[in-house]
């Protein structure tokens, strides 16, 4: 056995023992209770990062311990290949997106494989192979046949020199695009869509199941799908022309709107504003348009908004209120337009005072008490009560006023009560070349006809100039585009769009299930093996956009008979981001980026996975330590000095272990302690952290021992054969070769990540000795040691006679005696 740990001479050889051995390939047990356990696939942009190393290094040491627990584990991994920052790189370069994101896909494979993954490699896909998206092709065919898929018209920004749609990450400063610094415009066009919000509904109720999602996840998608019960409210504008429709989940308070607000991006805007208040509302339309939405609306925000100079009438007063537009309200929520009750709604409130609107109370409190007038209010007053100044509808409970209220405007027929939802549909289509071509021929007479699914894939031509100006690539490849309509055979053009790489994404977990299925997009039988996946690894940024996608394509795949289930994944880990050493995440920008593959040449793969996991839990940030990273080489290297300075007790017979007395006795105890301690952290909140530090506990004890007899090596040997089967999962490598030194010719043809997951005996687990606290009136007075199944009667006796609580006793009258087993004591005296 080498006298010193070099991380680098030992390896790359368990790497390729495991590779060649087949060691992670799933199926292999098919007795076995399957589990999945999935991190999110990367997208190969270039060299791997911290960020990559943590969330497989989580994954990666669930799948190990899960796999030696004795289950059939599939852990498999590929690329996310299609993308925006591909193809920018190619119009930067001139290099096409395929070559470069091949080349990043080797290099990327490379330093996974030198971290030591326990990746099934055999079920690897890659998005941009044709292999994979025409199944993203035939999904979009079946939804298309389901009512799923639909064209409509779509806002997009419209670069003005670039002369096409770009994306709003290309979109900067003033509103002007990243490549060329033209002005950047909204402009209407065509896209296709995903219609998600038929499974609203659906998806709502979902989260209801998923309680091994962290809250925060399923609280940002339920705000994200956002279900508001309410009633629409329709406003004529005075003077005349098409009404105003709020939605309103608060139609209770609509006798105290004093005004109107519309989105700056409503289409009644330009409508509706008057001649003299025209350059204003375009100034601060355009303003807007350049200002995110988490900014417009932030708790925080100031509230700005501008007059349009028009009147709409209150359906249920007949009063004339003002039509403004302001920052706080959203096309994409409700109708765009909303009436404010600045009495009863705060932002309403903030708004209304800034512009000396009115304020008019209609609520009062059903327990009792006042609501002052508007005037006097100091802020809104947003609960239920009881209606007054409400016309007919006044002394009503809120919700008994907004049933009545709701039925009185649909008897009106300028209203009615309705569901609103937060959610819009999924526009997918872009105009881009790195992305699944889209399978529709359009033809003059036909319109627009799906492919066959037989002549799929439709693959991206390979010639196509991208150049990022002008119409997308595809529409430039005369030989893409020029085709024959599928129904009647006559010339017809294809789609020249290509999918949101969110597509790719979406569903991408079930064709690891049979990657190399030519006749389905995976196997039916094997979903009702693997799927759901156990457990989910990822970033918590991708809340609501991958995460409800996903959710929404199992929806889907669920109605066409692929799985049995509705949802994808049973319980989601989001892990913290890595920042650097100075607190920032990492960036090129603030140069604070460590690489894992200098990292890995400097400590070797075991020491980097260690503090992945050591520094924290898993869904806690991290800071970068260069001083912890070394601190965790030495542990490792003081762990395999440990097995050389140990190496007599190697071969100790196991048989020896009943004799185990004195010290080595409370070692066996330690030793086995430390077994549960490391194995109730994995099955629970994957404490990695506290796990490892029991091993760096049991390190430390058996540093000091020197065994001579048969029972104290054997004892010995027990531990060092735990503390190796337990670094398992969190540095594979060195635990391999420090297994296989203790066992020796014993364990030639056998590898420990295939091996059990040693079993705790509870009995050893327990102290032989407990220390109980001795108090008196409450008060700590001393403790005493005494057998741990010591009652009250031995415990009262040693705490008696012990001199430090004699003297808190004595002349004391005793009440009463507070026993806790194995805990604590409790005399209370009086005098």
């Known amino acids: 056995m080498n006298e010193r740990y070099e991380p680098q001479s030992i390896e790359a050889r368990w790497q390729r023992r495991w590779e060649e051995a087949g060691t992670f390939r799933a199926g292999s047990r098919p007795e076995a209770e399957p589990r999945y356990v999935l991190e999110m696939f990367p997208y190969p942009s270039g060299a791997m990062h911290m960020g990559h190393a943590r969330v497989y290094t989580i994954g990666d040491a669930l799948a190990r311990w899960l796999r030696m627990r004795g289950h059939d584990v599939l852990h498999p991994i590929g690329f996310d290949a299609l993308g925006l920052p591909a193809e920018n790189a190619a119009i930067k370069d001139g290099r096409h997106p395929a070559e470069r ?13 030198r971290m030591g993954y326990a990746f099934d490699w055999e079920r690897e896909v890659v998005t941009s192979d044709p292999s994979y998206y025409r199944w993203n092709q035939w999904f979009f065919v079946k939804m298309l046949e389901r009512g799923i898929v639909y064209r409509r018209q779509g806002k997009a920004n419209w670069c003005t020199g670039c002369m096409t749609v770009i994306a709003n990450e290309q979109v900067v400063d003033e509103n002007l695009c990243e490549r060329c610094s033209s002005p950047v415009v909204e402009k209407v066009i065509p896209e296709w869509a995903f219609r998600i919000t038929a499974y609203a509904d659906r998806l709502l109720a979902g989260l209801d199941g998923l309680t091994a999602w962290p809250e925060r996840i399923t609280t940002m998608q339920r705000n994200w799908i956002g279900k508001s019960v309410g009633a629409e409210a329709d406003f004529a504008l005075v003077g005349g022309g098409p009404k105003i429709k709020i939605f309103t989940t608060r139609i209770d308070t609509i ?9 700056p991006e409503h289409p009644l805007v330009a409508q509706v504003t008057a001649p003299s208040q025209r350059a204003e509302v375009d100034a601060f339309v355009a303003r807007m348009r350049r200002t995110e939405a988490v900014e417009r609306t932030g708790e925080g925000a100031p509230k700005e908004g501008v007059f349009t100079g028009a009147h709409a009438v209150n359906p249920f007063t007949g009063e004339q209120v003002p039509v403004w537009i302001a920052n706080f309200v959203l096309a ?39 609501t002052p007038p508007g005037d006097a209010l100091g802020a809104a007053t947003t609960e239920d009560g009881v209606t007054e100044g409400s016309g007919p509808f006044s002394g009503l409970p809120s919700a008994e006023a907004r049933t009545r209220m709701s039925e009185h405007a649909a008897r009106g027929g300028f209203g009615q009560a309705t569901v609103r939802w937060h959610l819009r549909d999924w526009g997918f289509s872009r105009q881009r070349y790195w992305g699944t071509p889209i399978p529709i021929i359009h033809c003059p007479t036909h319109g627009a006809v799906p492919v066959p699914l037989e002549q799929l894939p439709v693959r991206l031509p390979p010639q196509a100039l991208i150049t990022g100006t002008g119409e997308p690539p595809l529409a430039k490849v005369p030989e893409f585009v020029e085709t024959t309509c599928p129904t009647c055979g006559g010339p017809a053009r294809r789609e020249t769009e290509t999918m949101d790489t969110f597509v790719d994404s979406a569903w991408y977990y079930a064709r690891y299930l049979s990657p190399r299925d030519e006749t389905q997009p995976f196997d039916p039988a094997l979903a009702r093996r693997w799927l759901p996946i156990d457990v989910y690894v990822g970033g918590p940024e991708h809340a609501v956009m991958h995460l409800l996608y996903f959710r929404f394509w199992h929806h889907v795949m669920h109605e066409l008979g692929l799985v049995q289930e509705a949802e994808p994944c049973r319980r989601l880990v989001t892990q913290g981001i890595v920042n650097g050493s100075d607190g920032r995440k990492m960036s090129k920008r603030w140069g604070n980026v460590v690489a894992p593959g200098y990292m890995v040449d400097r400590f070797g793969a075991d020491t980097v996975r260690l503090f992945m996991l050591f520094a924290a839990p898993p869904e ?24 050389v300075a140990k190496q007599g007790a190697f071969d100790a017979p196991e048989a020896a272990l009943a004799q185990a007395a004195g010290p080595w006795l409370e070692l066996r105890r330690r030793t086995h302690r430390t077994i549960r301690k490391v194995t109730e952290g994995m099955e629970g909140d994957l404490k990695f952290n506290t796990g490892i530090a029991a091993l760096m506990e049991l390190v430390n004890e058996l540093m000091g021992l020197e065994p001579r007899a048969d029972a104290e090596r054997a004892a010995v040997r027990e531990a060092l054969l735990a503390l190796a089967t337990l670094l398992a999962p969190f540095a594979p490598h060195a635990a391999e070769e420090l297994w296989h030194e203790v066992l020796g010719p014993a364990a030639r043809d056998r590898l420990l990540a295939e091996e059990p997951w040693p079993a705790f005996d509870a009995a050893l687990c327990l102290s032989d000795s407990v220390t109980v606290a001795i108090q008196v009136n409450g008060k700590l007075r001393g403790e005493v040691s005494v057998p741990a199944a010591a009652g009250e009667a031995e415990v009262r ?15 004391k009258a005793l009440k009463k005696v507070v026993f806790v087993p194995g805990r604590l004591l409790n005399f209370v005296v009086a005098g």
């Not at 006798?255 to 989105?263: D, P, Q, S």
């Not at 030495?634 to 395999?640: A, E, Q, T």
Request: proline share 4%; charged share 25%; net charge neutral.
């Open 101 to 113: 994101t091949a080349e990043n896909i080797v290099s990327f494979r490379a330093e996974m494989k």
């Open 255 to 263: 006798y105290g709107c004093t005004y109107l607000v519309l989105a």
């Open 332 to 370: 994409e929520y409700g109708t765009g337009a909303v009436m404010s009750v600045p009495a009863h709604d705060q932002r309403d409130f903030e708004f209304a005072r800034k512009y000396h609107l009115p304020i008019r109370t209609v609520i009062q409190p059903a327990a009792g008490g006042r």
């Open 620 to 643: 806690k940030d991290i800071d970068w330590s260069d001083e912890q990273v070394d601190g965790l080489f030495r542990f490792l290297s003081r762990v395999w000095r440990l097995f």
């Open 797 to 811: 006796a040693r705490a008696e006679a012990d001199p430090r609580v004699q003297g808190y006793l004595a002349g």
